[in-house]
């Protein structure tokens, strides 16, 4: 999320209204960079791998009202991080409504999604955040008598990904 402290800025008026990047629905856990300094690991529920710091989403520090809470101290890839909806609204590709519209209809898709899969009592510890349910659903319904049981949470979960995909994540380039 990238809030603009100029708050009249569309682009601030999408991040505060989406929030998407910072509760979870995008991003399972933020890596941490070196620049981010040890001070600012106190604030996160922070977990190391392989000497990699992490924090899990949603982030504490988002609110939904005013955005980010530490918007000046935010960390590297919070700070760099910016969605494709919110690139399209930076170069004029779309309006701010449209892009308002698009946000609206990933969170019908969402609650949908999230509806059906407590329908379905999918374990509880996978509501933590939208993006690890979609994973866990993505990743362990690949088996036909699973999809056929779990046919509509699947599909709902199909339809919310590649809608994010399509106008919130951006292509991880190659290593």
Do not use: W
């Not at 402290?5 to 998407?20: A, E, I, K, T």
């Not at 990047?21 to 856990?29: A, E, N, P, R």
């Not at 999230?114 to 509880?124: C, G, P, Q, S, Y």
């Amino acid at each position: 999320m990238q809030p603009y402290p100029d708050s009249n800025d569309p682009c601030h008026s999408l991040c505060v209204r989406c929030g998407f990047c910072c509760d979870g629905t995008i991003f399972k856990v933020v890596q941490l960079d070196e620049q981010d300094g040890a001070g600012k690991l106190a604030l996160f529920q922070i977990t190391c791998v392989e000497g990699h710091f992490y924090f899990p989403q949603p982030c504490f520090a988002f609110d939904r009202i005013r955005g980010c809470r530490i918007y000046g101290t935010r960390p590297v890839k919070c700070r760099n991080f910016s969605c494709k909806l919110l690139s399209q609204l930076k170069n004029r590709q779309l309006t701010l409504q449209k892009a308002i519209d698009l946000t609206e209809r990933a969170r019908q898709l969402r609650n949908a999604l999230l509806k059906e899969a407590a329908r379905h009592d999918i374990d509880r510890k996978f509501f933590l955040n939208t993006r690890m349910l979609v994973d866990h659903i993505e990743s362990n319904l690949p088996c036909r008598n699973k999809i056929n049981r779990y046919e509509d949470v699947h599909l709902r979960c199909a339809d919310f990904s590649a809608y994010l995909r399509t106008y919130f994540m951006k292509e991880c380039p190659a290593d």
